[in-house]
């Protein structure tokens, strides 16, 4: 029969909840990164789309901010959403 004492079971139950807490902050702070790329992601898709509108509707159209607006609301809720 195998003799175990109370110690060596004691020690790797420390030692496995430490590194299921480890992995566990470190998959947190893997999925807060990629939460934080995919915002500056969306923004430089905003930003993009508000240049394209304002290029295709110059200041001199007549209901240019209007028009401008509308293209802008279209082309942002046509953005596809991350997946992960």
């Known amino acids: 029969m195998l003799a175990v004492d ?6 790797v139950l420390i030692l496995a909840l430490f590194l299921n807490a480890l992995f566990g ?5 893997d999925k807060a ?3 934080e790329m995919d915002r500056e992601q969306i923004q430089r898709a905003i ?3 508000e240049i394209e509108c304002r290029d ?3 200041i001199n ?9 509308q ?9 596809p959403l991350p997946q992960h």
């Not at 902050?25 to 702070?29: E, G, N, P, T």
């Open 56 to 58: 295709q509707y110059p």
């Open 47 to 49: 930003k993009k789309i």
């Open 25 to 29: 902050c470190a998959s947190s702070q």
């Open 61 to 69: 159209v007549a209901g240019a901010f209007l028009k401008r607006k």
């Open 6 to 11: 109370k110690n060596s079971v004691m020690k």
């Open 71 to 79: 293209c802008q609301e279209m082309r942002i809720q046509s953005l």
């Open 33 to 35: 990164v990629q939460q």
